[in-house]
């Protein structure tokens, strides 16, 4: 898909235009805190949606550059995420995956630009279900591909995914989250060309997600184990068991340039072991979120707190 240079200029502006705004600052005062670092998702890194949602009227953008694209592939990706406090009960989200050709490979600088893949999702937080034991919340995911993209960009396959899931807050432990994660993926094959990735499972299956979050001070301590499979949705007998130890360590401001949104970078190690064989992996992301709202009204912008050392 060729795209004239116009188009390649607002690819740049839109992407720049969201980190300007990432770096000029999210408002945060005691009646506005942003999700904890350890409880948001960073796919690779951490996967588990947890119960928290953001603010009500509070929309939260979330930048995801892919920097070892420069590597490993002809493209450059961009994810970008918005997240929006429909009700104190129900959250709207949504990302897309941007793409455009580093000029590293095969491909000239420029030459192919677009969106691989978007995600829209539902969540709705349960008020009194369980607690005061578990805090709990249930959504519906739908992935999908989008015509033209490179095959390695995408699966080229529509995942349905219902999920439930429940977080524990230990009392005796302040600094210390269990959850569970369970749900279905219902894929439908569609007529674009896409490649799997190392260990998914192309084929309708159920998952189960249990975990702990270590929260210490700037730092997130994660483990997640996840079994899913086949069994009792699709013809196909498969599985696979996952184990994802990872960290994310939100930045200090002179590493941030003073920024007042939330930067934070995330090492993960993941090895699995299933139908297909074992997988061993090392995942590393940058991400920052900050309210896109706040940043048009134009209110005082203060720093963001940093976590206790």
């Known amino acids: 898909m060729n ?18 705004a990432a770096v000029s600052g999210a408002e945060v005062t005691e009646n506005h805190r942003p999700i904890p670092a350890g409880e948001a998702v960073m796919p690779g890194v951490f996967n588990t949606e947890l119960p928290k949602l953001v603010l009500p009227e509070s929309l939260r953008i979330t930048l995801r550059p892919h920097f070892g694209d420069f590597l490993n592939k002809d493209y450059f990706r961009v994810t970008v995420g918005a997240r929006y406090g429909l009700t ?48 709990t919340a249930a959504g519906l995911k739908y992935r999908f591909p989008v015509s033209d993209a490179p095959a390695d960009l995408t699966d080229g396959i529509h995942h349905v995914t219902p999920y439930m899931t429940l977080a524990h807050d230990w009392a005796s432990r302040p600094d210390m989250t269990t959850f569970i994660s369970y749900g279905v993926d219902f894929v439908v094959e569609s007529d674009l060309a896409g490649s799997v990735a190392n260990g998914a499972i ?23 184990t996840a079994f899913s499979s086949t069994f009792g949705l699709d013809s196909r007998d498969e599985y696979r068991v996952t184990l994802r130890p ?64």
């Open 202 to 224: 192309d084929a309708n299956h159920w998952f189960i997600t249990p975990g702990v979050l270590w929260h210490r001070g700037a730092f997130d301590y994660t483990i997640e």
């Open 246 to 309: 990872g960290v994310k360590w939100t930045l200090p401001p002179h590493l941030k340039f003073y920024a007042r949104s939330r930067w934070i970078v995330g090492v993960s190690v993941s090895g699995s072991y299933g139908t297909d064989g074992t997988d061993i992996g090392v995942s590393a992301r940058l991400q920052t979120n900050f309210d896109f709202k706040r940043f048009f009204r134009g209110r005082p912008q203060l720093h963001e707190p940093e976590p206790a050392k």
């Open 3 to 20: 795209f004239a240079p116009y188009r390649r200029a607002g690819w740049f502006f839109g992407n720049t235009l969201l980190a300007c």
């Open 88 to 135: 104190p009960q129900w959250e709207l989200s949504g990302d897309a995956d941007t793409y455009i050709s580093h000029g590293l490979g095969d491909e000239s600088a420029g030459k192919k630009i677009g969106v691989s893949s978007g995600t829209l999702g539902i969540k709705y937080q349960f008020e009194g279900f369980l607690a005061p034991y578990w805090e």
